[in-house]
T-cell receptor, first 117, second 111 residues
């Protein structure tokens, strides 16, 4: 299998606070993890690519100081939304590429729905 | 021109019919192609991957790739109401390992 978990599944926070989202590959080692954001009725937008032990690569327009990504091990990556504002409310989804797996194949976590009041 | 294009739909097909979903991409050098299914409020689920020209079948699903026409499609045979979802086409473009997603086609299978 290729199971990816995310925690929490849903979070509501006040404006100005920070929120950390965890992404774990449960039964495989992930060479690369990806973080996406999806607004209602829109497609997935890649925010950043995260490799274990190195700095994340952010997509154009994504503020690296606001969306902090840490990829501490081959099975865990975290996304911290700092000083969250209502416009950051969205569905955040991580995915992982399995070491030795089919080329370029990404397995998605269940997503985290963030609501900023 | 968008890198990966899909008709947003909705595509409505009766139960038992064949649903045909299409996707075009702009990067002629693309090598890896994927179809994901996404139910409302859920994350995408991998259905098929295809890397070479031709057809690839897996159960009721068939992916078709034509690199010359820069076109990839997904056929769903014997469509079921549970197939009603948004289908996302994803393509690896460029040298990085990241995927570019289309906006998705919403499929409705009617009774």
């Amino acid at each position: 299998g290729a199971v990816v978990s995310q925690h929490p599944s849903r979070v509501i926070c006040k404006s100005g606070t920070s929120v950390k989202i965890e992404c774990r590959s449960l039964d495989f080692q992930a060479t690369t993890m990806f973080w996406y954001r999806q607004f209602p009725k829109q497609s997935l937008m890649l925010m950043a690519t995260s490799n274990e032990g190195s700095k994340a690569t952010y997509e154009q327009g994504v503020e690296k100081d606001k969306f902090l990504i840490n990829h501490a091990s081959l099975t865990l990556s975290t996304l911290t939304v700092t000083s969250a504002h209502p416009e950051d409310s969205s569905f955040y989804i991580c995915s992982a590429h399995r070491r030795g797996g089919p080329p370029d194949t990404q397995y998605f976590g269940p997503g985290t729905r963030l609501t900023v009041l | 021109q968008k890198e990966v294009e899909q008709n947003s739909g909705p595509l409505s097909v009766p139960e038992g019919a064949i649903a045909s979903l299409n996707c075009t991409y702009s990067d002629r050098g693309s090598q890896s192609f994927f179809w994901y299914r996404q139910y409302s409020g859920k994350s995408p689920e991998l259905i098929m991957s295809i890397y070479s020209n031709g057809d690839k079948e897996d159960g009721r699903f068939t992916a078709q790739l034509n690199k010359a026409s820069q076109y990839v499609s997904l056929l769903i045979r014997d469509s079921q109401p549970s197939d009603s979802a948004t289908y996302l086409c994803a393509v690896r473009t460029g040298t990085a390992s990241k995927l570019t997603f289309g906006t998705g086609t919403r499929l409705q299978v009617t009774l």
